[in-house]
Nanobody
Framework: QVQLVESGGGLVQAGGSLRLSCAASRGTFSSNAMGWFRQAPGKEREFVAAISWTGNTYYADSVKGRFSISRDNAKNTMYLVMNSLKPEDTAVYYC????????????????????WGQGTQVTVSS
């Protein structure tokens, strides 16, 4: 069980960068697979990136090469560095966690996660 809080969202111009953070306000990231999802107005929630307990990563094709996911288990914090932002990246970004027993496993489906943060708004202007 982990309680998650996202931060770092804001307004940026196209081509700019932003770093999102997801911190555990209760519990620990240890033994948890983590992921980032986003939901734009009028659209379904979609997968962005995932990272395993030990640092294996997986990205959606739409963000591969632009976004980078990482985690610091000692600080109970996960990050999403977003570069070359586009207006279509505008969305509410959510972090998610799932307790696992396999250190290298990652998940890309929202139903695979059990704990979610409240979300942070990212707006990219043209």
């Amino acid at each position: 069980q982990v309680q998650l809080v996202e931060s770092g969202g804001g307004l940026v111009q196209a081509g700019g960068s932003l770093r999102l953070s997801c911190a555990a306000s209760r519990g620990t990231f240890s033994s948890n697979a983590m992921g980032w999802f986003r939901q734009a107005p009028g659209k379904e929630r979609e997968f962005v990136a995932a990272i395993s307990w030990t640092g294996n990563t997986y990205y959606a094709d739409s963000v591969k090469g632009r976004f980078s996911i990482s985690r610091d288990n000692a600080k109970n914090t996960m990050y999403l560095v977003m570069n070359s932002l586009k207006p279509e990246d505008t969305a509410v970004y959510y972090c998610a966690a799932r307790t696992v027993t396999s250190p290298g496993v990652v998940f890309a489906a929202d139903y695979d996660y059990s704990d979610w943060g409240q979300g942070t708004q990212v707006t990219v202007s043209s």
